[in-house]
């Protein structure tokens, strides 16, 4: 009778090793003089000066004043080196235990101090995401987020959703303004004063009826000497509304829990045998009362109507869009046929 295999130990991929340090060290190469953590602060500093692309086994050994080989003895692909170096910057200054706050403060402080390790390190938005952490300084970071949370009547499934969502939005907008500022920097941004002066004449309120007046204002986008504190401005609006969102979502958790303990008592039922229930959203309830019924009716009627109202102007505009195509080409075809009959002129005389 054939016996089962004995397990195996788990093995981790090597990088994944390398950044827990339970790694096996090399056993030849340069003795002292070169090291695993040189590597990674070397490619770092490279990343940090001219972009992830740059970086290479080659211009690391190079920069190392060694040969690419040796750096393979210790780092065995360019795809573990990469894993060290996001290791290696992305753990942000987390603030001290003792200071008390409610949950909104230490989510905001944790947001605020991945947005700070994107900023002193761009590149870092250029590394894929391939799964879930599981290098001890990411990990970290999601241990900060729950200890934030940690009094929250949230499910561990909720919790972790959080933390998408907010690693999303923190990793997005940090992408944009690394995007933005080099654009500025290159002379490359495609709107520039120069750019916006051109358009002011295009963006009509016949053709933008709402984008318009606040083009003519300026609102659209903030002088250059304003642009990060305006990126500042918009990450802590968009951070506040993601906040606001949860707690909505816990209000709303709280008061379904009420609800469903108080009809459980009333009806001599132990409300925590099924646990609180979701209370409908009230405008989606079909109201009883006939006024009531009638007012909810004619809104969706002219909600409707307004509907179709947009869909005609958007195709209106459309029309109006082609006619104008239509005409600049009939005048460009005019302008060619005409310039095509002087130059044939021109040749006759």
Avoid: C
């Avoid at 690693?167 to 920097?185: K, P």
């Amino acid at each position: 009778m054939n016996q089962p295999a004995p397990p195996t130990d788990p093995e981790l991929p090597r990088g994944v090793a390398l950044a827990w340090g339970i790694a096996a060290h090399p056993q030849r190469g340069p003795k002292r003089e070169l090291s695993i953590e040189r590597i990674v602060e070397t490619a770092i500093e490279i990343a940090d000066a001219e972009g992830l692309a740059a970086v290479s086994m080659s211009k690391v050994a190079t920069a190392l004043g060694f040969t690419t080989m040796s750096l393979y003895r210790y780092v065995t692909s360019k795809d573990d080196l990469v894993l060290l170096m996001q290791e290696g910057a992305s753990l942000p200054v987390q603030p001290s235990e003792s200071i008390e706050r409610d949950w909104r403060a230490g989510v905001t402080a944790w947001a605020l101090g991945i947005r700070s390790t994107y900023r002193e390190h761009p590149w870092l938005v250029d590394i894929p995401v391939s799964g879930a952490p599981i290098t001890p300084n990411s990990l970290q970071i999601v241990d900060w987020f729950l200890h934030e949370v940690r009094e929250l009547p949230l499910s561990d499934g909720e919790k972790m959703s959080a933390l998408l969502l907010l690693t999303a939005y923190v990793r997005a907008t940090s992408a944009q303004e690394r995007d933005l500022s080099a654009a500025a920097a290159g002379g490359a941004d495609a709107s520039g004063s120069a750019a916006f002066a051109a358009l002011a004449e295009l963006v009509t309120p016949e053709r933008f009826p709402a984008l318009s007046p606040l083009f003519a204002a300026g609102g659209y986008v903030p002088p250059p000497e304003e642009s990060e504190e305006d990126a500042d401005t918009d990450f802590t609006f968009g951070l506040e509304r993601i906040l606001d969102g949860l707690q909505y979502h816990l209000d709303r958790t709280a008061e379904a829990a009420t609800a469903s303990g108080s009809a459980g008592a009333g009806a001599g039922v132990d409300a925590t045998a099924t646990g609180p229930q979701s209370e409908p959203d009230p405008m989606l309830v079909l109201p009883r009362e006939p006024k009531v019924r009638e007012a909810a009716k004619a809104r969706k009627e002219a909600e409707q109507k307004v509907r179709e109202a947009e869909k005609a102007l958007r195709e209106a505009r459309k029309r109006e869009r082609e006619a104008v195509k239509q005409a600049r080409e009939k005048e460009q075809h005019a302008r060619e046929k005409e310039q095509h009959a002087r130059e044939k002129a021109a040749r006759q005389s």
